[in-house]
Nanobody, 124 residues
Framework: QVQLVESGGGLVQPGGSLRLSCAASGRTFSSYAMGWFRQAPGKEREFVAG????????IYADSVKGRFTISRDNAKNTVFLQMNSLKPEETAVYYCAADHVIGVITTARGYDYWGQGTQVTVSS
């Protein structure tokens, strides 16, 4: 079992930056692939970024490549999402997710564990 708690969301102006964190419980965090998803009102949950258990492999949605960076600190049981050059259309609830697999997962149904989400609002 893994419990996930996101933080770092808030209100930011277009073009601004935020860093999301996801703290995980459990002693086997380092064996879990992690991912970030987002869901805007009235829209489906969409993949943003994923990272393998070791951190050696990452995958990004095309819409965020070059602006977002996913990373992890296994010693602190935490995964991060650095978001730069944010756009108003990226306003959403951002969720982190975990699954005990090798590799990187890009689909929501591939993850067994989810956090409660953190709101990100991009507005002037």
């Amino acid at each position: 079992q893994v419990q996930l708690v996101e933080s770092g969301g808030g209100l930011v102006q277009p073009g601004g930056s935020l860093r999301l964190s996801c703290a995980a419980s459990g002693r086997t965090f380092s064996s879990y692939a992690m991912g970030w998803f987002r869901q805007a009102p009235g829209k489906e949950r969409e993949f943003v970024a994923g990272i393998s258990w070791s951190g050696s492999s990452t995958i990004y949605a095309d819409s965020v490549k070059g602006r977002f960076t996913i990373s992890r600190d296994n010693a602190k049981n935490t995964v991060f999402l650095q978001m730069n050059s944010l756009k108003p259309e990226e306003t959403a609830v951002y969720y982190c997710a975990a699954d005990h697999v090798i590799g990187v997962i890009t689909t929501a149904r591939g993850y067994d564990y989810w956090g409660q989400g953190t709101q990100v609002t991009v507005s002037s």
